[in-house]
């Protein structure tokens, strides 16, 4: 295949992720928009595996397994992948895209030849800076992404990890980095590009292990976007017009995201990006919890919505981790045959990654048109004779409004509050992700539904008849 055919090849791939992009922007349009992307990508790897086919087979051979390797675990853990173990396996995603950034660089150094980058000792400054910053972004990607996973996963704790001077040492890794940087693309010297991979891997760790639970979704986003900027920059590296294209749009499209969800958490964007947000403050250790709730039961739970003209559910992690989507959905059909008005209200960063509640809901079939935003339906909540809550704390805390020592201060949440009644259903009364307490479980309007999420949707179901 000759090098004019490739970039067209190229060209319409890119073409391919930006429509992909365009489709999953809606949930109406995602499947297409996935559709779109899985297309775009084979057409990048048929065309890579045409333009340098290599002359000996067995070379290509062992690129074929190990595609097909590859292929069979992506597969598998597709399939078998749990809906609330997505956001870890997302983490993982961004880790292998930032490591593979990492080793491309390695290789690219160690045999600039096979690049096109020229002899050893003679590569050009700018494809040296290139392989630097590739590097380093790939590092800092793939540690900050391993402790994302871990935190998610609740193999480390969701709360903030303070080191002393936290930010004073972030700023010298990064001096250090530079200087770094600037002496690699002077020497070619070997030794420094590993201290560039060292000192990237220990800034992608003290970069995420401040942040708390609640800025995950905002992790998750920022994270994305390192890990299109180090395919990028590796893009630049090799001359590969698909990797920059493909890595400038995850980076960008990350960023904007990134973006949004700042505002969905009230952060700065430039802390977000450098990775200063986020625990500046440990939460208050918890405290024995002596004033008394409202408790309800299924039947009176099912009073409540059937009395009503409005209900407005709010879904948060909790749903998913019971998988009460559909439990939820056939509540929400039985009530509209009753007459009822009925709303779903999502939270931009519900759950643990971004769109973690529409996914939810887009696989319990529940009808786009009923699923609002935070701007669009918090006007509503005081319309509404009902707020359903299943499994959501942070996104409906008052303290965010009201309590400047609460590490969500500051944080817009779903007005909850101002309906005529709040149920509740939770397992108990334990914080959120943050580690805060809602205050709201013991207001006067609140009755608590404790339990399973999907145990007790299936029982105010059948009490629904």
Known sequence: MNANLAALLYLVSGVLFILALRGLSSPETARQGNRYGVIGMAVAILTTLAYHLPSGFSSFFFVLVSIGIGAAIGIWRARTIQMTAMPQLVALFHALVGLAAVFVAASALNAPQAFGLGAPDSIHAGSLIEMAIGAAIGAITFTGSVIAYLKLDDKMTGRPILVANRHAINIGLGILLFIFAVAFSATEAHFVFWLIILVSLALGVLLIIPIGGADMPVVISMLNSYSGWAAAAVGFTLGNLALIITGALVGSSGAILSYVMCKGMNRAFISVILGGFGGETAPKESTVETRQVKQGSPEEAAKLLEAAKKVIIVPGYGLAVAQAQHALREIADVLKKKGVEVKYA???????????MNVLLAEANVPYD?????????????EADVALVIGANDVTNPAAKTDPSSPIYGMPILDVEDAKKVL??????????????????????????????????????????
């Open 424 to 465: 509740f259903v939770k397992r108990g009364l334990g914080s959120g992700y943050a580690g805060v307490e809602n205050e709201l479980f013991f207001r006067d309007n609140t009755l608590m539904l404790f339990g399973d999420a999907k145990k007790m949707a299936e029982s105010v179901l059948r009490a629904l008849g």
């Open 346 to 356: 999502i939270h931009p960063v519900a759950g643990r990654m971004p769109g973690h």
């Open 370 to 382: 009923e699923v609002f935003e935070l701007k669009e339906i918090n006007p509503e909540f005081a």
